[in-house]
Each structure stands twice: as structure tokens, then as C-alpha cells.
């Protein structure tokens, strides 16, 4: 078979055809070979997905190109303007839209009616003026509900407007979308696009097998799927940092880190980059690195640690009515998450002061604590966040959650201002793990290392009215998220109070957690009832959940704290439970670690991963969030620290100089 490929320029899609066809050649629009020539070709594939731009044919090559199709030629017409009868009315993006299978006679696929596929943040075209004989094969539809099928699909009407590929005659396929670098701008799942791309090549009149192109898609990344010694992962984690230029310099030294990798892979396969100064990346980032110096004593990784445990400390207001508070980020320097302070600042500072025994800045973090606790309720709790609305003046505004008429949990915000006094003395009522636990962590360490026992009792105090509502809790993506966020702070609990009830609570949501593992390791996104504020939300913050029972895990609110979490439950309990569920985490986290010569994802974990197919992979639908965004702290730094301190207890656990808890 011979084929000729008109393309601007080479890409995934043409190397794939070249290597599929006996005799491929190519050309660039504009330059078409005369008549004769072209009759001396089976098929044509024309290619405009390289460009951001859809190819515009010429009216002369248009005219000739369109001679070969009315003589039985076969074509591929990837993001083109215009052939025979069809033509596009401009374009639009797919971010929270996906490709949805109609129809598999027309190329004789192999999966299901309805079956999903991702092409990403990709830029299609919207049809028009086609012909009545055409057949769709996959549609775009916004916001499906479904993980790998959408539910109803048979149900679902032919859009032309929204057709993503087509059979617009027997011997034309239109594709609307750019397919061009599949693999760069990781398409997913692999198996369906392989299945696919196979199916396209085939019927255009090459050969090739789904792993052709499977394998093409693997070498832009894979997971890893081997485990690595937990050090070992931590240690290429952190190279990500300087490989990617996530680390920001000031006053000759890193002070700062940016945010990490944003929502969109292009249709080229660039990521979009993060590029936010956030306090508590920062500082979780600051206690990846001096826990790497600890493990290794590698100088270089102390300097980084020290440099970045500037920029949080400076995000704290100095002096006046909110003296102590520590800004979200720089540009939104009146609010103020008090999870985000407990990451960014509190716990890298206490867990720094313990593991060296320098308490230096542990003064600052007071200051930091008793601003939280005047604006802490009654109950214990703090509301998710507060926003003051006149650095001179006590006038606060706050976010909070509720349960609504349906027993989900919602946000709500203050219906008018309120004063610190206030907030003081009313309850938060926000028995959530997501906004409280390692704050109340926080109050508790704090009070501990210093010996001022009236921060573990309002630490203490909180986790008991939280737990009261377990396991209901203010849930903001699922129920795993909650369980995760828990097992740090109730491990320092057991530490504070040696009380054998609330010990029981520590193995109480452990069970819970064991309940949702999955056999290849980690543990499953679940959400009992659906009741998360981001459970099934279209376009705004989005659980990256289905249905229960779907095989993918949270890398960004869930999974991600657990190293960290059974490492604290290790170290307080001395309990072998615990050292293996750190075990078993790490050898998750290791097989689970991006792997590609691409330096701005080699080494990180993005948010989702499918964990039956070993790839990155869930619901796509959070405005700020979706599959592929890394968070530099929250994700990379949080697992890397968590990797480390659990060696580092491994070999410091039965030193006589180890504290006693």
C-alpha cells in the first residue's frame, strides 16, 4: 500500500503511519505533487494537528486532493478546515469535554458503546455542513459522569456540532480534534487510544498493532511499576525540583517554590506551569529537603531546606491587630487557611525543632498558634478559612461547610462580618480533617516540645469534637481523603494524652483506610453516600471519583499525606502495624512515580492514577486540578518527606537518645 502524508511537519501520528504503510511518503501543503503522481496513491492522510492552527488546503490542492477521494481513495483528515462537503466553524477547547464512543461498525473497534477516552486540554473544530451519509464515531460530551463508560450512552442523540471523528463518507474519516502527538500530550487510557489508532491505520490501509502505539505512548512516560528503595524515589523526587526550575532564588539562595504543574497538557504535549508563590509548597517542600539532609547529610540539601524556610516565616504579619497570621500567598496576604499554615509553616518548623533539637524558632511559631486560637470556636475548631477586611480594623469574613438538605456537605460563607472575639465564641462547627487535623496537630506538637500543656489540650479538645462526628466528617473530595488526613494527628493525639481510647481511635480509621487498599497497592478514592463537597461537581473543585469502586487514588488530597502519617504512627507507637503499612506505602509511591526523559515530569506524582492500568487517569472535571497537575508540595514534597522520615526512623528507632513518646 502506498499512502502520502501532508503535514507542516512530522509528528506522532506520521511516524506512526510511516512505520505502518509499505511505501509512506511524505509532502507539505502547498508543494502536492501533480495528477499522475497523486493517482499512484492508495490513501492520503492529511495532518494538521502539529500546528495550533487547523490546515487550510489551497483552492487548486483542495480541487486535487478531492479528484483522489472521488476516485476511491481512501483519506484521514486530522483538524483541517475543510474537505469535500464539510467545513468548520471555528474552534473550541476540550478541557471539561471527552470524547464519547457512538458507534463501532464504521471502523470496527473493539470496546463499548459509550467507552470515554481523554485527549487532554486539546483544541478541536466545530463541524458543519456535513454530509447525510456521514457517521459518527465519537461525540464530545461535557462533563461526563462516568470513569472508563459513560452511563446511557445509548441514549445519547448525534450532535454534528460536536462530532471529535467521523465517517463523512466510506472512504473519508474526519477526526476534529489534534491527534498529532498522542503521545506527548498523553492521551489516555492507552489501551482504548491504541485499540483506536490501530483501527485507523488499518482501515486507511496499513498495519500495525495496538502496541505499536501503546508503546510509543509509554515513551513519553510510564509509571514506574518496580519498587525502588523509598530513599531512592525521594531523592529523584526532589531532583525534580532544580531539573524543572521549580525552586525561585532570592538574596542568592532558593527562597521559594513555584506551585508545580497546572491543569492542561497541550495538544503539543507542554504542561501548563503553576507558577503561584505559595507558603505552604514552600515550607513542605523546605521539610522534603531537610529530611533529605538528615538521611544523606548531603550539604546541598540543607541549603535548599534553610533558603526556603525563609519565604513562609515572611508571609507572617510582624506586628498590629493580626500579629501571628500567615498570609494564603503573597497576593491574597488578608486570608488565611490554618491548613495551609499548619503545612507550610507550624509542622515543618515543630517536626524540624524535634529532629534537631533547635526550639530557635519555635517563638515565631507561637505567635503564628495564638493568632489561630483567637479565632478558633467554642467546639474546638476553626473555620476553613478567614479573610480580614481592614488590616487596622476587626472585621472578618470566613468560609465554612455545612451539611445541606441532602446531607452533603457544602461551603458557605459569612453572611456579614464578624470580629475575632466573635468567631472566639461560637462554635466553628467544622469537624473537617481537611481544614483542622494538622493544625489541631500543630497545637498538640507545639505543646508538647515546649512542655505548655494548655496548646495539647486545645489541640486534644478539637480532635474530640471532630472525631465525634466520625465518620461523617466534613468531607471535601471523599471519604479516603479524610481517613488519610487523620492517622498523622491522632498518632500525635496517642503521644499527648496516652489515653487508651482515643489510641483505639488511631486503629479505628486504619481499619477504616485498610477497607478501601487495592491489590496493586495504595488505596482507593471512596466517598459513602457521595456526600464530599466535590463529589460529582462539573467545572469547579472536582473529585476525580466516579462511582465507588472506581481503581484510582489521589496523589494531590489523599494518598499523598500517608508516609508522613503511618511514619508519625510508626515512630509514636512502636507498633510493627504501622512500619509495614509505611512499607507497603512507600513501595506504592515508588511504582507509582512518573518515569520519562521529559525532565518536567520525571520523578513527580501527579494528582490521579488509574491503578488497574498503571497510568495516569481520572475524572477531569476540577477547575484547578485534574489528572496531570502537580502539586510541588502538597504531592511531590509531602511523599518525599514522608519516604525519608520513615528511614530515617528505621535507623534511628532504637537509639537510646530517640525521645521516648
Same mark, same amino acid.
Given at each position: ?20 504503510f ?7 501543503p ?5 495528477q499522475?503522481k ?30 483522489q477521494?472521488?476516485r ?19 474552534s473550541?477547547?476540550?478541557?471539561y469535554a471527552?470524547?464519547?464512543l457512538?458507534?463501532?461498525?464504521s ?9 470515554l ?24 460530551? %461535557?462533563?461526563? &459522569?462516568?470513569? =472508563? ?5 445509548? @441514549?445519547?442523540? !448525534?450532535?454534528?456540532?460536536?462530532f $471529535? *471523528? ?7 474519516l ?9 503521545a ?11 485499540r483506536?489508532?490501530r ?9 500495525c ?5 501503546? %508503546?510509543?505512548? &509509554?515513551?513519553? =512516560?510510564h509509571?514506574a511499576?518496580?519498587? @525502588?528503595?523509598p !530513599?531512592?524515589?525521594?531523592?529523584? $523526587? *526532589?531532583?525534580?525540583f ?7 532564588e ?12 497546572g ?21 513542605e ?23 526556603l ?5 515572611d ?10 497570621m500567615v ?26 525543632a524535634?529532629?534537631s ?13 495564638d ?6 470556636g ?15 480594623k ?15 456537605w457544602s461551603?458557605?460563607?459569612s ?11 461560637m462554635p ?6 481537611h481544614?483542622n487535623?494538622?493544625?489541631l496537630e ?51 493525639l ?24 487495592h491489590?496493586?497497592?495504595?488505596f ?11 463529589a460529582?461537581v ?11 469502586g472506581d ?38 509511591f ?10 518536567l ?14 497510568e495516569v487517569?481520572?475524572v ?42
Open positions: 500500500m502506498k499512502l502520502l502524508i501532508i503535514t507542516e511537519q512530522k509528528s506522532e501520528l506520521s511516524a506512526l503511519l510511516e512505520k505502518s509499505e511505501t509512506p511518503d511524505f509532502c507539505k502547498g508543494n502536492l505533487p501533480g499522475e497523486l493517482s499512484t496513491y492508495d490513501a492520503f492522510a492529511v495532518l494538521g494537528g502539529c500546528q495550533e492552527e487547523p490546515l487550510k488546503l489551497w483552492p487548486q490542492e483542495r480541487l486535487a486532493l478531492e479528484s477521494l472521488h476511491g481513495a481512501r483519506f484521514f483528515v486530522e483538524y483541517t478546515a475543510g474537505i469535500d462537503i464539510y467545513h468548520s466553524v471555528g473550541s477547547k476540550t478541557r471527552r470524547p464519547v457512538l458507534d463501532n461498525d471502523l470496527g473497534t473493539d470496546f463499548a458503546v459509550g467507552t477516552l481523554d485527549e487532554q486540554s486539546n483544541d478541536r473544530l466545530v463541524p458543519n455542513a456535513l454530509g447525510r451519509s456521514c457517521k459518527p464515531i465519537l461525540q464530545y460530551v %461535557d462533563n461526563p &459522569k462516568g470513569f =472508563y463508560c459513560q452511563p446511557d450512552s445509548e @441514549n445519547l442523540k !448525534a450532535d454534528e456540532s460536536r $471529535a *471523528l467521523w465517517m463523512e463518507k466510506s472512504n473519508l474526519i477526526c476534529s480534534f489534534r491527534m498529532s502527538q498522542f506527548s500530550a498523553k492521551f489516555a487510557p492507552q489501551n482504548v487510544w491504541g483506536l489508532l483501527q485507523i491505520v488499518v482501515w486507511l490501509g496499513g498495519s498493532t495496538a502496541e505499536d502505539v501503546t %508503546d510509543r505512548m &509509554k515513551e513519553a =512516560y509509571l511499576q518496580k519498587v @525502588n528503595p !530513599a531512592m524515589a525521594a531523592q529523584k $523526587a *526532589l531532583r525534580w532544580t531539573d524543572a526550575d521549580m525552586l525561585v532570592k538574596d542568592g539562595a532558593p527562597y521559594c517554590v513555584l506551585e508545580g504543574l491543569t492542561h497538557v497541550r495538544p503539543d504535549g507542554t504542561h501548563e506551569i503553576g507558577r503561584n508563590y505559595r507558603p505552604d509548597c514552600t515550607g517542600a523546605s521539610l522534603a529537603f531537610y529530611m533529605h539532609y538528615l538521611c544523606k547529610q548531603d550539604e546541598k540539601s540543607l541549603r535548599i531546606a534553610d533558603g524556610r525563609r519565604f513562609p516565616a508571609c507572617r504579619i510582624k506586628e498590629g491587630l493580626y500579629k501571628g498570609s494564603w500567598t503573597p497576593d491574597s496576604f488578608f486570608a488565611c487557611y490554618q491548613d495551609d499554615v499548619a503545612r507550610g509553616y507550624l509542622l515543618p518548623e515543630l517536626w524540624r524535634w529532629l533539637g533547635d526550639y530557635s524558632a519555635l517563638d515565631s511559631v507561637k505567635t503564628a498558634l493568632y489561630l486560637l483567637s479565632t478558633t467554642t467546639d474546638g475548631l476553626r473555620m476553613c478559612r478567614t479573610d480580614f477586611l481592614d488590616p487596622c476587626d472585621r472578618l469574613t470566613y468560609m465554612n461547610v455545612e451539611r445541606n438538605g441532602q446531607g452533603k461551603w458557605g460563607v453572611p456579614e462580618p464578624v470580629t475575632a472575639k466573635q468567631l472566639k465564641n466553628a462547627k467544622c469537624p473537617s480533617a481544614y487535623a494538622f493544625y500543630a497545637l498538640m506538637l507545639y505543646g508538647k516540645l515546649t512542655g505548655q500543656e494548655q496548646y495539647c489540650r486545645a489541640g486534644e479538645k478539637g480532635m474530640e469534637s471532630l472525631m465525634a462526628y466520625y465518620p461523617e466528617t466534613a468531607r471535601e473530595h471523599s471519604q479516603t481523603q479524610e481517613l488519610c488526613r487523620l492517622i498523622q494527628p491522632l498518632a500525635v496517642n503521644w499527648v494524652t496516652k489515653d487508651p481510647e482515643k489510641k483505639t481511635w488511631l486503629y479505628r480509621v486504619t481499619e477504616d483506610l485498610c477497607k478501601f487498599k491489590p496493586n497497592g495504595g482507593k478514592e471512596w466517598d459513602e453516600g457521595y456526600i464530599a463537597t466535590c460529582g462539573k467545572d469547579g473543585e472536582s473529585s476525580v471519583l466516579s462511582e465507588n481503581p484510582v487514588a489521589d496523589m494531590l488530597y489523599s494518598v499523598n499525606w500517608l508516609p508522613m502519617g503511618f511514619a508519625a504512627a510508626w515512630l509514636i507507637t512502636k507498633d510493627p502495624v504501622f512500619e509495614n503499612l509505611w512499607q507497603e506505602t512507600a513501595d506504592f515508588s511504582r507509582m512515580q512518573i518515569v520519562s526523559e521529559n525532565r515530569i520525571n520523578g513527580i506524582w501527579p494528582r490521579s492514577v488509574d491503578l488497574d492500568a498503571f487517569y481520572g477531569p472535571n476540577d477547575v484547578g486540578w485534574a489528572p496531570w497537575s502537580v502539586e510541588s508540595g502538597w504531592t511531590v514534597s509531602e511523599i518525599a518527606a514522608g519516604l525519608l522520615f520513615g528511614e530515617w526512623i528505621r535507623r534511628h528507632l532504637d537509639d537510646e537518645k530517640m525521645p521516648v513518646f
